[in-house]
């Protein structure tokens, strides 16, 4: 790309479906916005996640027993919660930071946040699945949630009440309606929690690329570059590309997923942003007669059906951006899917990895840079960044507007650690 003349309006960096939702609202604000991404649209963790739309996923993850489980799953080096060995002293301060947010009253604090989050998340998701003419990509049939004995759920029970202070409804099913909600699990299965306001997508990644077809209507641009740093300037700020050009923006929103804080840094700002690497199989389509999502959550893995298949994945690998992928990972967990639902077909699978961009508290980072107005932050999603992507775009185009944003972003601000 040639250096050019005039700053652009706004350049995001990142093309997954964080910078895209972004993308979309900034230009359905009338902002002329430039798109600049290493891969292309929508094809790197935004493409195979699990497609669902947790809007009712108030959790954080340091609160879901998962401090008490660790011990336990780190015996497994396949099982749902592992650490790489030779990450491990770099990881330290993350893992501190992720065990001082699971403090009572910084639980308490998080849950409400990430409450707010929803609650704008849920119709700004829809609002621009619809507008952009792609709302049939959503189903609606709920989640359900698979417990293996009566004292697995009572564990979960604290987590549901919460839900239910926040709002959120479900119902714990038994017996023949459990069967009637899922036909053909183990046995082993004996309650199942049904969310009904769960949604998942037809498939994430042809949402991104249907999301970028509505932005590119819209007006806006793309470029496939490498962005090697980032620097502000009194007014505007600049992308440094790797073949040496530069672009430069009035405004410059980095959404560059689990690379972002490597670009954070350039301006100033240690965010303590990790990766939750994840794994996946997606089978042909048939493997199972899926009804909805089903989520083993004991086992840290979910099952959706997609139109594109049955993908069959979870878990969490802390390991950093660079060792490489462990993909019998994702075996140990297809393996374990064929145990609980006895009937799937798990020949033709395709097996995956991606980097849930992850902040110790679980709330994204959206704000300034700490050092200039020109630079903005949009990452740090983890396991909701799909669902809370179309609720980022809006929170930034109203930062960028000057205009006050309908929710708090004081728990997002991209300094607060
Ligand atoms: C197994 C698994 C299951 C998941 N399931 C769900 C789910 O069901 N629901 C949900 O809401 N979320 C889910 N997630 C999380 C979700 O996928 C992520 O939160 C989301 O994809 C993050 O989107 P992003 O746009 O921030 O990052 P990414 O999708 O990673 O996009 C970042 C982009 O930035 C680009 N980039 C990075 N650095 C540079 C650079 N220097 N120059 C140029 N380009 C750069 C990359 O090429 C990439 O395209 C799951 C994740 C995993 C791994």
């Not at 020949?347 to 994204?364: A, F, T």
Request: glycine fraction near 12%.
């Amino acid at each position: 790309m040639r250096p050019q003349a005039d700053p652009h309006d706004i350049v995001v960096i990142g093309a997954g479906i964080v910078g895209i939702a972004i993308a979309a609202c900034l230009s359905e604000a009338g902002r002329n916005v430039l798109v600049i991404d290493r891969q292309g649209i929508c094809e790197g963790t935004s493409a195979g996640n699990a497609g669902a739309l947790a809007f009712s996923d108030i959790l954080p993850m340091a609160s879901k027993g998962i401090l008490a489980k660790v011990p336990g799953w780190l015996m497994d080096p396949l099982g749902p919660f592992t650490i790489r060995p030779s990450y491990l002293p770099k990881l330290a301060p993350w893992l501190y930071r992720f065990w001082r947010a699971s403090r009572a009253d910084m639980l308490e604090r998080t849950i409400e946040a990430q409450g707010a989050m929803m609650g704008l998340a849920e119709p700004e998701m829809l609002g621009l699945m619809a507008r952009a003419g792609l709302r049939d990509m959503i189903r609606e049939d709920g989640s359900l949630e698979l417990y293996e004995s009566e004292e697995e759920l009572n564990t979960a029970l604290p987590g549901w009440m919460a839900r239910k202070r926040a709002g959120i409804a479900f119902e714990h099913l038994r017996g023949e309606q459990l069967a009637a909600c899922q036909p053909g699990l183990a046995s082993r299965f004996v309650v199942g929690t049904f969310v009904p306001g769960w949604k998942t997508v037809s498939d994430p990644q042809h949402v991104g690329k249907g999301l970028w077809d509505y932005v590119q209507r819209l007006g806006a641009g793309f470029v496939k570059a490498k962005v090697d740093s980032v620097s502000a300037q009194k007014n505007h700020a600049t992308a440094h590309l790797s073949d040496g050009s530069t672009v430069s923006a009035s405004k410059l929103i980095i959404a560059a997923g689990a690379w972002s804080h490597r670009l954070a840094k350039e301006m100033g700002d240690v965010i303590p942003l990790e990766t939750e690497r994840g794994y996946n199989t997606t089978l042909p389509v048939g493997a199972f007669d899926l009804k909805r999502q089903l989520i083993f959550s004991g086992h840290g893995f979910v099952v959706t059906p997609l139109e594109t298949g049955v993908r069959i994945g979870g878990a969490v690998e802390l390991g950093g951006l660079d060792l490489p992928p462990n993909y019998r990972r994702s075996e140990a967990m297809l393996m374990k899917a064929q145990k609980f639902m006895p009937g799937l077909e798990t020949g033709g699978g395709r097996q995956w990895m991606g980097y849930r961009p992850s902040l110790p508290d679980s709330l994204p980072a959206i704000g300034y840079s700490g050092t200039s107005k020109n630079v903005l932050y949009a990452f740090g999603h983890g396991h909701l960044g799909l669902t809370q992507s179309a609720a980022t775009g809006r929170l930034v185009t109203d930062l960028v507007g000057g205009k006050e944003p309908s929710i708090s972003i004081e728990p997002f601000y991209p300094q607060r650690f």
